[in-house]
């Protein structure tokens, strides 16, 4: 009995961790995307030749990889003003403390132009798949992404 319960573990574990979703979840922060609004939260899947944004089950748009035109990335780092205030109301040290902290949030872009179809959007990315978001987009298209934050001037 034992022997059978291990065999079919064995094969059970592996194929419900392969049988994932393999895309990233992404909010639509602006672009030429008329089927989904700014904020809207969407997946990503970038596949060998291929990017799709998809809203539920719904496709959104799919763009080809050879029709990227440019990718970018960029930050917004901003100071925790608000919370420091609602924690400060509270506790005056800790208040303090929260209001020298950071928060960061993680854009890419992406452009596109297929024959007569042109189009670009901007993607807000978790902190944990913004780099894995480049490393697919980059090697699928070809393209080196941009860095926006090194051209404009910091504050």
Known sequence: MRRILSAVLCFV???VLF???N???IKYDGGSLS???AGSDLKLYIEQNQIRFVD???PVVTVPASAVTEISYGQDVHRRVGTAVAVGVFTLGIGA???LSKSKKHFVGLTWADGDKKGGLAMQ???NDYRGILAGLEGITGKKAVDTDTMTVKN
């Open 13 to 15: 574990i592996p194929a």
């Open 19 to 21: 049988a994932g979703d």
């Open 23 to 25: 895309s990233y979840k």
């Open 35 to 37: 089927t989904a609004k």
């Open 56 to 58: 539920g089950k719904n």
């Open 97 to 99: 403390l929260t209001a």
């Open 125 to 127: 990315c978790d902190k």
